[in-house]
């Protein structure tokens, strides 16, 4: 049979992939090229920290790995048995999530998670709220799966206004389309920690109008000031209808390894795992491996990096000399760059200028259209003294704005 001429066909490509959005870091990083000296990176969301010992890669080239031959093969698709069972402790342990073997499925990082979810739960029209400002990649996942991302914005009212009516903020985007809600907590890249009432908003809505859930909560671990982590699946009602994905990257200073973690009800993990079958069959055994011994001995160094990043988040406040709120927890400030624009001059040209001076940070356009005024830096990315050396850096190039 002849395909029809409306079929996609060379030299086209496919409409979800002309429409995905284009790095948000391009543009900056050919300016960062023009700068001869050190440079300040604070546009990825990275630590400096080494995991902890034992699940670092010095680890993986011992004899006792190298001679695994298990290593060396293929393994499960949905994730070794050791550290799905690992998992489901830690969810049980920490999150109050209890889980069964078939609702876990590890991934290559967080991104592969919800790439892999999105493909699974949306249709081509179906409406994504994407509760801003949010990591930006979640969008092209949306699109990708042939969706449409509705931004609603939630976390930078909820700072601006903690006194407001978060079921509010909600109500005005839910229309016969919407099929799911998509929120991270702690907060990337604002820092807001969403608690019982925030997140009683969100399951009250996805009950009442039966939408899936899917809860980025990557920065868990790294909640101040007294602040406790909740996840939203342990809400009444809330289990069998939401997705919870976890990050060896941020917890455990990993991002190199790719580990993520996926649970859920097993109805919808089940497909899932199909998609994870087809993308990348499983995920390096070896790199599995590090990831165990990570959450089996990495108490201590969650309890220190909280220490250095809640003075790293504190250092930051103070040196910096643009707007911004204390964040509760994860790894950023969100910065309002509007007070240090020249006539006429744009944010993105702002970071350009920056850029040229060896400061990275990423466009707050990405994390919401609301946000264009804002950039976002990585306050865990550099060790004290090069946090220090690059703040009072941008404070001079600010200054001679």
Same mark, same amino acid.
């Given at each position: 049979?002849?395909?029809?001429?409306?079929?996609?066909?060379? =030299?086209?490509?496919?409409?979800?992939?002309?429409?995905?959005?284009? *790095?948000?870091?391009?543009?900056?990083?050919?300016?960062?090229?023009?700068?001869?000296?050190?440079?300040?990176?604070?546009?990825?969301?990275?630590?400096?920290?080494?995991?902890?010992?034992?699940?670092?890669?010095?680890?993986?080239?011992? =004899?006792?790995?190298?001679?695994?031959?298990?290593?060396?093969?293929?393994?499960?698709?949905?994730?070794?048995?050791?550290?799905?069972?690992?998992?489901?402790? +830690?969810?049980?342990?920490?999150?109050?999530?209890?889980?069964?073997?078939?609702?876990?499925? $590890?991934?290559?990082?967080?991104?592969?998670?919800?790439?892999?979810?999105?493909?699974?739960?949306?249709?081509?029209?179906?409406?994504?709220?994407?509760?801003?400002?949010?990591?930006?990649?979640?969008?092209?996942?949306?699109?990708?799966?042939?969706?449409?991302?509705?931004?609603? =914005?939630?976390?930078?009212?909820?700072?601006?206004?903690?006194?407001?009516? /978060?079921?509010?903020?909600?109500?005005?985007?839910?229309?016969?389309?919407?099929?799911?809600?998509?929120?991270?907590?702690?907060?990337?890249?604002?820092?807001?920690?969403?608690?019982?009432?925030?997140?009683?908003?969100?399951?009250?809505?996805?009950?009442?109008h039966d939408l899936w859930v899917l809860?980025?909560?990557?920065?868990?671990?790294?909640?101040?000031?007294?602040?406790?982590?909740?996840? $939203?699946?342990?809400?009444?009602?809330?289990a069998e209808r939401t997705l919870t994905?976890? *990050?060896?990257? +941020?917890?455990?200073?990993?991002?190199?390894?790719?580990?993520?973690?996926?649970?859920?009800p097993e109805a919808v993990v089940t497909?899932?795992? +199909?998609?994870?079958?087809?993308?990348?069959?499983?995920?390096?055994?070896?790199?599995?491996?590090?990831?165990?011994?990570?959450?089996?001995?990495?108490?201590?160094?969650?309890?220190?990096?909280?220490?250095?990043?809640?003075?790293?988040?504190?250092?930051?406040?103070?040196?910096?000399?643009?707007?911004?709120?204390? =964040?509760?927890?994860?790894?950023?400030?969100?910065?309002?760059?509007?007070?240090?624009?020249?006539?006429?001059?744009? /944010?993105?040209?702002?970071?350009?200028?920056?850029?040229?001076?060896?400061?990275?940070?990423?466009?707050?356009?990405?994390?919401?259209?609301?946000?264009?005024?804002?950039?976002?830096?990585?306050?865990?990315?550099?060790?004290?003294?090069?946090?220090?050396?690059?703040?009072?850096?941008?404070?001079?190039?600010?200054? *001679?704005?």
């Open positions: 049979m002849l395909p029809s001429p409306a079929m996609p066909r060379f =030299p086209s490509i496919s409409a979800p992939a002309a429409a995905m959005p284009a *790095s948000i870091f391009a543009r900056l990083v050919e300016k960062l090229a023009r700068h001869d000296g050190e440079t300040y990176p604070f546009h990825l969301g990275d630590t400096y920290l080494s995991p902890p010992v034992g699940a670092r890669l010095e680890s993986l080239g011992t =004899p006792e790995v190298a001679g695994d031959a298990r290593n060396y093969r293929y393994g499960a698709p949905a994730g070794d048995p050791e550290l799905i069972a690992a998992v489901r402790a +830690k969810l049980a342990a920490r999150n109050g999530l209890e889980v069964g073997p078939g609702g876990v499925q $590890i991934t290559c990082g967080a991104t592969h998670a919800f790439s892999c979810a999105a493909r699974a739960l949306f249709e081509p029209g179906d409406e994504v709220l994407l509760l801003t400002p949010c990591w930006p990649l979640f969008r092209g996942h949306v699109l990708a799966a042939g969706a449409c991302p509705v931004e609603v =914005p939630f976390s930078s009212r909820l700072l601006a206004e903690p006194g407001c009516n /978060p079921r509010a903020l909600l109500a005005p985007f839910i229309g016969p389309k919407t099929a799911a809600i998509y929120f991270v907590t702690p907060n990337n890249p604002d820092g807001k920690v969403l608690g019982r009432r925030e997140l009683d908003a969100i399951a009250d809505v996805a009950r009442a809860a980025d909560e990557v920065y868990e671990d790294f909640c101040f000031d007294g602040r406790t982590h909740l996840s $939203i699946a342990t809400l009444p009602g809330m994905v976890h *990050s060896f990257s +941020k917890s455990y200073g990993q991002a190199g390894f790719r580990i993520g973690t996926l649970a859920g497909p899932i795992r +199909k998609l994870a079958n087809h993308s990348v069959y499983n995920v390096a055994r070896a790199l599995q491996g590090a990831a165990l011994a990570a959450l089996q001995g990495g108490a201590g160094f969650l309890a220190a990096a909280r220490v250095t990043y809640e003075q790293a988040r504190d250092l930051t406040v103070a040196r910096l000399e643009l707007p911004c709120r204390v =964040p509760e927890g994860g790894s950023y400030v969100f910065v309002d760059l509007a007070p240090r624009l020249r006539p006429g001059e744009t /944010p993105l040209a702002l970071l350009e200028r920056l850029a040229e001076a060896g400061i990275l940070l990423a466009p707050g356009e990405a994390f919401g259209a609301a946000s264009a005024s804002y950039a976002r830096l990585c306050y865990t990315a550099l060790p004290r003294a090069r946090l220090e050396a690059g703040l009072a850096r941008m404070a001079a190039v600010l200054g *001679s704005g």
